[in-house]
Each structure stands twice: as structure tokens, then as C-alpha cells.
DNA sequence: CCGTATCCGTTTGGATACTG
DNA sequence: CAGTATCCAAACGGATACGG
């Protein structure tokens, strides 16, 4: 499970599903995300071989992150679970306001 | 996430995989573990509907941990998590030892 | 823009001892 | 057997300041 350890790890991955972000857009992404804890966890993940980093030569240049493809694997996964929370939210509302 | 954090939730959820057990029996299953540490899981997971607890009228009573059924639904995905990590771990040894 | 370094409060989990 | 209480060290993450 060290995979997906340490806080925000799951959000990073997912807000990379959809492509290449960049260092501040996922900063943006994901907002009460400190640059520090940010930074940790994109390298962790990329120590892990989950993400992938990428300089890329523009004017002026800039770092992308990127899914590897092992990383893309873990998105199913991290969607189950996250279904499962939201059932439970959902059975945990009617267990406290039967009528909802 | 929440559903699945604190250290050790995931080898509880595992080791309910198979039916009911005890909790003596989570201990030796996951060697490590402290009852402190298992007793806490085990209170959050029931909390959140994971797990169920369950007092048996035996001579002597005794307590059983089980899988709800939301609490399955979790063992796919956990699968997953675990299977990129053994193959994320297979490409690391690689990468250090190219003949691997 | 893309980070790193430092400080610091909070949370976590382990060891140990104890209870019904 | 099935836990709880207490103490403690380590890890974690946030805020801030600073560097390439």
C-alpha cells in the first residue's frame, strides 16, 4: 500500500488522469495542498515509478508530470474505493435521519 | 480514502477476506501488530461500516470481525493497489540489476 | 515558474502495564 | 480471551522564508 501512502498521493494521481499537468496547475487542482507536501509526494511517486517527469525545452520551460502506465493501473482502484466511501456516507446519513 | 487509512487497515480488511475471525486471531495474522493499534483500527473500520462486530454466545464467549458487504466490495481494489505494487517492485530490481 | 530548507504543532503508532 | 490506559518517540504535514 506504500504505493498510494501520504497525504494527497490518491489526488495527485487522479488529477492526472486526464494528462500532463504541470507543478501549479496541480497545486491549483488540488487547493489547501501545501508546495512542500507537493513536492514530496510527486517525487515519492516518481521514486516509485507511478509518475513519470518530464522538462519540458519551451520558452520558458516548464515541468510536466505525467502517469506512467503502471501508475494508470492504480485509477480503477482508487475509483472502487472511492465509490465504497460515498455508499457508506450515504448508508451512515440514513442511519442517523431514517426518513432521508 | 478515509475508509482505508491508519497503518495496518488494508491487512484487516485483507485477513477478513476468507469469513469471521477473532481477535487474537487478526493478531497472528498480522504478526506486527499491536492490540492497541489493531483495537483502534478495528473500532474506525466498524464505525464506518466496514467491518461488523459481533459477540458469540459460546462457552467462552467469544468475538468475531466480518466483512460487511460494503466492506467486500473494498478486496478488488485493494487487489489492484497490491498487484501495481508487486510489478512497480519487479521493475525496480530490474532497473538496479538490468540481468533481473 | 518550480521548487527546497527550516521550524514547529499535531497525529500516529509502539511498548508496557493493567482490567473484566 | 479481548481489550483499555498511559507514556513516549517518530513521522507527518502546514506555514514561512528562501534559492535556481
Redesign the pocket.
Known sequence: MAVI?????PNVIWHLRAGPR????LRLDIP????????????ELEGRGVIR?TIQPTT??????SLTPLGTELLPALDAIVEVGHKLKARNRMDDHPQG
Do not use: C, D
Open positions: 501512502a501520504g497525504a494527497w498521493a504541470r507543478f501549479n496547475e489547501p495542498i501545501s508546495a512542500k507536501v507537493l513536492s514530496q509526494r510527486l517525487r517527469r520558458p520551460p516548464s515541468v510536466e508530470y
